[in-house]
């Protein structure tokens, strides 16, 4: 930001001491200082010049937000802050105290980053977890998926107001049509209210712990913070290749850990009996169905089903 040293050379029309006085006549007519004046009438002239520098701050800081050009090109000295100034008297005299106050696009930003802390994604497009949603829009873009839409917000609004579910939703439909669209928007949305959550993208998921077996302290530590999150999305689940380790010493321990604690959801093509079918059968050991019910007693009665209808939105 342009000082106040700055200013008085671009003002070569006169000497030093001329340019002096027209600046400061400048600031000591600024709007904002005649407010200020206004608000302490028995502050003097003498301890307004006195602190000229921060009344030429205060005013260049907050003409620099009316015409705001976007938080990351702030110009200010502070980044999404401005100089707002206070007076106050202290053992008989007036003193002038600046101090920096976050504008509304920082407080907004600082929000959606506690926000995004609070969520934890393994391989899910990123954009996913910063769209801005809007529910109207999600109803407009396709009409077909109101009653998941509405199904969502319900569960929500429930959340709010109860507190943690015990059961989660498993969003079924079929390719393009929303479902991890919808899963961030309740992960966003429930964020706003403290909850911690975790989105997993369950294809690439599965080969990365398949290769964090070398890594077990790192394989622990994953494996529990999906187990704790408030809220655990499996995204995309059925489309993965799944081991028999993977499917009862991973999926298994953490939908054991999980069930009448805390809420898991799902996002899927399959509807449950095509993923029990799928949970049956690994390349390694071929068809065990007795296991694929085993995890399905962990899923199916912890879920809402979710019918989401709409045509493919991809591309």
């Not at 530590?221 to 081991?243: H, Q």
């Not at 009862?248 to 509807?271: E, Q, W």
Request: charged residues 30%; proline residues 4%.
């Amino acid at each position: 930001m342009e000082s106040l040293g700055e200013a008085l050379r671009r003002l070569p029309q006169f000497g030093g001491a001329e340019r002096s006085d027209q600046l400061a006549e400048q600031v000591l007519n600024d709007p904002l200082v005649l407010k200020l004046r206004s608000r302490y009438p028995d502050v003097d002239d003498k301890t307004l010049r006195l602190n000229m520098n921060r009344l030429y701050q205060m005013s260049v800081e907050v003409r620099n937000c009316k015409q705001c050009p976007g938080l990351a090109k702030c110009p200010n000295d502070m980044q999404g802050h401005y100089t707002g100034i206070t007076c106050s008297p202290l053992n008989g005299r007036w003193q002038v105290v600046d101090e920096k106050i976050a504008c509304s696009k920082w407080t907004v930003n600082e929000q959606q980053q506690q926000i995004r802390k609070r969520i934890t994604n393994f391989f899910v497009d990123e954009t996913i977890l910063g769209a801005e949603y809007d529910p109207s829009e999600m109803l407009d873009l396709d009409p077909s998926r109101e009653p998941a839409v509405m199904d969502l917000l319900g569960y929500i609004e429930k959340t709010r107001s109860e507190g943690l579910q015990k059961k989660g939703l498993y969003l079924q439909g079929d390719f393009g049509t929303g479902k991890t669209y919808l899963a961030g928007f309740m992960l966003q949305k429930l964020a706003k209210e403290g909850f911690s959550g975790v989105i997993v993208y369950m294809p690439d998921f599965v080969e990365d712990v398949k290769a964090l077996m070398l890594e077990p302290q790192q394989m622990k530590e994953t494996i529990t913070l999906m187990k704790e999150a408030d809220l655990l999305v499996f995204d995309d689940i059925g489309a993965e290749n799944l081991s028999p380790w993977v499917r009862d010493h991973v999926l298994g321990a953490i939908l054991n850990h999980r069930m009448n604690r805390k809420p898991t959801f799902y996002t899927s093509n399959h509807d449950l009996e095509a993923l029990e079918k799928h949970f049956s059968f690994t390349h390694k050991e071929g068809e065990e169905m007795h296991k694929g019910q085993r995890l399905m007693d962990r899923v199916r009665p912890f879920v809402e089903v979710v019918h989401v209808r709409g045509r493919n939105h991809r591309g």
